[in-house]
């Protein structure tokens, strides 16, 4: 059968918090002491989990995380910078713990300022505890206006064998099929043919595994990865960090050169940016983003996106992916360093213009230094400002009630594995017990407010440039090639 449970109170809460209207309690101050360098105690991270409210890899099959016995630590409270993306619907996503294999320790991934995708609120992750151990429950973007958490049965194993049909154009995706819950039993929803869209990556439905059952997600538009927002990198917290604080995320991941190092992990899920090359990381579950799909047979929305948007004007930029891939996996040296502190020792004789290519290249930098590169490129989707201390808290207590708010989350799921029911076959076939839902009090998830609709069929975007040659397989600056349709040759200033 099916359980559905009520949301909690504090996520109806969240559409007033991030419209600013909100009265601030609680030790968070603007004018605490925040570092603009290395911090006693805190090493920042060029390698780690990318948070997964920027972006998650599609499984065919829902799954569990590792159970690990060591239990995270009690969540930090965060500031968010003062500076942001421009936009109103910009909102800060907090952060959350992830286990680190190598240290054998926890690390922060750490909050970011995010794009909100169109019709869509974030249902936050966290961790369970069960069976001696503790798990990842997956955090997700659940359709906007959602007033019930229904829990499922596990669906059967997939049957996706991929395209049945040719390829309408050289402009459509094959977007994966899934099993989907109708009138007590599950039916298989073959696969489709979708139309691509300038600036805009299709994200298809799949489920998340919880304690209390398998949650459904439908598929969603979601913004490319230069226009999602403001990601920050992850940060370990050793002795002499002073935790009595909020921690403000001072460094951010440039998300032109994600794809230069991006990895997903089949393990723990989710994508993974950083020097992960060499044997030892391949035999932790780390996979290259662009043969995610051709060695485990699920999803990768990133690179989907990004195969259609580079072979326009380059069609070997698949194979480029595999030759940089190869590069990196043979030459350590061309890897990027592991920390910040790394990256500040290796250009220790740099000077000049020298210094500021380098700082303008580099994947990691100062929130000041992605502002300055953002205004300097003509190309850049996004332009930095300056917000009061007013703007600031109001983010940071937005970020406390999300997390607040993940203990109640994991009560909902808990109620609803009391009532799982075992798994039906394939076929229409109805498992006992009748569905059953847990609801959501009026006002539903995290809806900052309205946000810019999804792409339609037909739509066109401004006329803009070529991709900047951001990554060594980037295609060439100017005209796109002949394959490409006159729509993406308008958009692409917005890749």
């Known amino acids: 059968m099916t359980h ?34 290395q911090e006693p105690g805190v090493e920042i991270l060029n390698r780690g989990p990318i948070h997964e409210g920027f972006g998650q890899p599609v499984h065919r099959e829902p799954r569990q995380g590792p159970s690990i016995s060591k239990a995270p630590p009690a969540a930090l409270e965060e500031l968010p910078p003062d500076q942001k993306p421009e936009g109103d619907d910009i909102v800060w996503l907090p952060g959350y713990w992830h286990y680190d294999d190598e240290r054998e320790d926890f690390i922060w991934v750490s909050g970011f300022w995010r794009r909100l995708p169109p019709g869509r609120s974030w249902v936050p992750g966290y961790w369970h505890e069960a069976d001696g151990g503790h798990r990842w429950v997956s955090g997700f973007w659940a359709a906007e ?9 596990r669906p059967p194993a997939s049957v996706e064998a991929g395209p049945s049909t040719p390829q309408p154009t050289d402009e459509h995706q094959w977007v994966p099929g899934h099993w989907r819950w109708n009138d007590g039993a599950y039916l298989w929803q073959p696969g489709y043919w979708t139309e691509m869209e ?18 459904y997600v439908d598929g969603f538009w979601d913004y490319s990865i230069r226009r999602r927002g403001l990601l920050f990198a992850p940060a370990y917290f050793g002795v002499g960090f002073g935790f ?14 994600l794809i230069d190092h991006l990895f997903v992990n089949v393990g723990w899920g989710g994508y993974w940016f950083g020097d992960f090359y060499g044997a030892g990381w391949w035999g932790r579950g780390f996979r290259p983003w662009f043969g995610f799909h051709a060695m485990t047979g699920n999803f990768c929305p990133i690179f989907s996106y990004h195969r259609f948007w580079f072979a326009r004007t380059n069609p070997n930029w698949a194979w480029q992916c595999q030759n940089h891939f190869h590069r990196n996996w043979t030459n350590p040296q061309m890897r990027p360093p592991a920390t910040f502190a790394d990256q500040q020792r290796n250009w220790s004789g740099l000077r000049g213009d020298e210094l500021t290519r380098a700082r303008d290249r580099s994947p990691i930098k100062p929130v000041g230094d992605m502002g300055n590169r953002w205004a300097r490129d003509p190309q850049a989707t996004m332009r930095m400002r300056q917000i009061p201390d007013s703007e600031r808290l109001a983010a940071a207590q937005r970020a406390r009630d999300i997390a607040a708010g993940r203990s109640e989350r994991a009560e909902i799921d808990r109620q609803g594995s009391s009532r799982r029911a075992a798994p039906p076959p394939p ?14 009090p009026p006002g539903g998830v995290f809806t900052p407010g309205a946000s810019a609709p999804p792409p339609r ?8 440039r070529s991709p900047p040659a951001c990554c ?24």
Do not use: H
């Open 145 to 153: 206006g959602t007033t019930e958490l229904e829990y499922l049965p």
């Open 472 to 495: 060594p397989w980037s295609p060439s600056r100017g005209t796109a090639g002949p394959r490409s349709p006159a729509r993406w040759r308008a958009a692409a200033g917005s890749w």
């Open 244 to 257: 009595g604080r909020p921690w403000r995320p001072w460094a951010c991941w440039d998300s032109d050169f």
């Open 4 to 37: 559905r449970n009520m949301l909690p109170r504090w996520m109806a809460a969240l559409s007033v918090l991030a419209l600013g209207g909100l009265l601030l309690s609680g030790p968070v101050r603007a004018d605490d002491p925040v570092p603009d360098g």
């Open 427 to 440: 076929g229409r076939v109805r498992p006992r017990g009748r569905p059953g839902r847990c609801s959501m």
């Open 457 to 464: 069929a037909g739509r066109r975007w401004p006329r803009g």
């Open 198 to 215: 300038p600036g805009w990556v299709w994200s298809p439905a799949q489920y998340v595994d919880t304690p209390g059952g398998c949650v």
